[in-house]
């Protein structure tokens, strides 16, 4: 089991900046990969970034890339989500989210309880 606790949300301005953290626990992460995804009212879940545990490797979606930033502690088995030059469209729940492998729209079996970030105009 891998127990995932989000932080870091809150209200911002847009053009402004936020820093999510995702803390795990439970079981060793070597194996799996740590990934954000987000849903806005309304809207279905959509991926955001994910990295893998081991070797670090980060992937985007289009929507974020080149203004998000994932990045992991493994000393602290913590992995951060920095936005930057946030938007409206940004606005919505953001969930942490764990599993096998290393494809970034692969399968997560362990989901944290998210965290609001709303970015106002």
């Known amino acids: 089991q891998v127990q995932l606790v989000e932080s870091g949300g809150g209200l911002v301005q847009a053009g402004g900046s936020l820093r999510l953290s995702c803390a795990a626990s439970?079981?060793?992460?070597?194996?799996?990969?740590l990934g954000w995804f987000r849903q806005a009212p309304g809207k279905e879940r959509e991926f955001v970034s994910r990295?893998?545990?081991?070797?670090?490797?980060?992937y985007y979606a289009d929507s974020v890339k080149g203004r998000f930033t994932i990045s992991r502690d493994n000393a602290k088995n913590t992995v951060y989500l920095q936005m930057n030059s946030l938007k409206p469209e940004d606005t919505a729940v953001y969930y942490c989210a764990a599993g096998p492998g290393v494809l970034p729209l692969g399968t997560y079996s362990y989901w944290g309880q998210g965290t609001q970030v709303t970015v106002s105009s």
């Open positions: 990295i893998t545990w081991s070797g670090g490797s980060t």
């Open positions: 439970g079981r060793t992460f070597s194996t799996l990969k």
